[in-house]
């Protein structure tokens, strides 16, 4: 709908245009899922969800001309709003936004004449971040060892420096070592920083969909369980202090709904 006013033409580009239309869908569907739920009226004609290159995203009707001017979301997500579980209908937009989003990234590939090494590297760019569908569903940050969620402690943070996370996080009482010589202390401190922060990689922002850091503020909701930045859902380490059970906006939306 806004290729005549943004025509990326290189992978470093067209990546970056990528990028901002992701954010734009993330956003509609986790802190602006209240917003876009109403939007997507079933009583209204064959509508379609568009990432726009400024990080914002849209609720329309699909393009008048034929071709459009660029792929086409799915249509007609609205019809399946009140059919289905609102967990499976948001997840099911989000694989149909990956998919649109692809499509995209790759139409002006071929488009502006990518060669294939091109074409390689602006994959490799995309594949570093996480779908769209891995955000919405939580799917990317399910443990693969022990611990669901990100605990940090002074011994596995290597920096020193102890994340700053809500004290309610602490759901699992980190495994303390067994009584040994300073020397074997010192071994298992290491082994188990290094495992606990590959482990922290997997955990993303609910809401920009980035992937866990140490130097920041996280909060956890206890309803979906979903790990989000401070700064994306508005609540400051003060804040969370005073706060006995967090609620996601998605969360929170729902259970208004109801």
């Known amino acids: 709908m806004d290729a005549a006013a943004y025509n990326p033409r290189t992978p470093e580009e067209v990546f970056k245009d990528f990028r901002a239309r992701r954010a734009g869908i993330i956003k509609a569907l986790t802190s602006d899922v ?32 034929v071709p459009p001017e660029l792929p086409e979301p799915a249509l007609g997500i609205n ?27 790759f139409y ?35 443990p693969t060892t022990k611990e669901k969620t990100p605990k940090s402690n002074n011994k596995n943070n290597k920096s020193g420096a102890k994340p700053d996370i809500h004290p309610r996080v602490a759901k699992t009482t980190p495994t303390q070592p067994k009584e040994e010589s300073d020397e074997g202390e010192e071994n298992n401190v290491g082994e188990e920083g290094e495992e606990n922060e590959e482990e922290h990689e997997n955990t993303l922002c609910g809401a920009c969909g980035d992937n866990y850091a140490g130097d920041e503020f996280w909060i956890c909701c206890d309803a979906c369980e979903k790990w989000f930045h401070g700064k994306c859902v508005k609540i400051t380490p003060a804040r969370a202090e005073h706060i006995k059970q967090y609620k996601c906006p998605g969360c929170s939306n729902k259970r208004a709904r109801a």
């Open 108 to 142: 002006f590939g071929a488009r502006f004449g990518f060669s294939k090494e091109d074409r390689k590297r602006l994959f490799m760019m995309i594949n570093g971040l996480s779908t769209i569908y891995e955000v919405v569903t939580g799917v990317a940050k399910k």
């Open 79 to 105: 019809f399946a709003r009140d059919g289905m579980d609102e967990k499976d209908w948001l997840a099911l937009v989000a694989v149909h936004s990956d998919a649109w989003l692809l499509s995209v990234a």
């Open 34 to 65: 209240e917003k876009f739920y109403q939007d997507c009226d079933p009583e209204k004609e064959n509508l379609c969800l568009y990432g726009l290159p400024n990080e914002t995203w849209e609720v329309n009707l699909p393009a008048e001309e």
